[in-house]
């Protein structure tokens, strides 16, 4: 079982910059797969980006460029650098984590709004 702690999140004007923050009560790197997904209103979950256990990055193409997935070992913390955000970024956004099951954080919001 993995339970992911989310933190973050809020209201940010367009073209402004957020972390989030996903924690675990384990050894991070024995997780093979971690990253994050947004839910949109109306809209299906997507991909915004993810990190193996080895550390490659790889993210949705609607964030490319702008977003960044970093984690720190120590403290089995991973985050979300997300830049120069849009309007349509604006989301519940949900850590993932994946190890022989997925698993969910509880979903943060985010809104993009001037």
């Known amino acids: 079982q993995v339970r992911l702690v989310e933190s973050g999140g809020g209201l940010v004007e367009p073209g402004g910059s957020m972390t989030l923050s996903c924690s675990v009560a384990?050894?991070?790197?024995?997780?093979?797969?971690m990253g994050w997904y947004r839910q949109a209103p109306g809209k299906q979950r997507e991909l915004v980006g993810l990190?193996?256990?080895?550390?490659?990055?790889n993210y949705g193409d609607a964030v490319k460029g702008r977003f960044t997935i970093s984690r720190d070992t120590p403290r089995n913390t991973i985050y979300l650098q997300m830049n120069d955000l849009k309007v349509e970024d604006t989301a519940v956004y949900y850590c993932?984590?994946?190890?022989?099951?997925?698993?969910w954080g509880q979903g943060t919001q985010v809104t993009v709004s001037s």
């Open positions: 384990t050894n991070i790197l024995n997780i093979w797969r």
């Open positions: 990190m193996t256990n080895g550390g490659t990055a």
């Open positions: 993932h984590a994946f190890d022989r099951g997925d698993y």
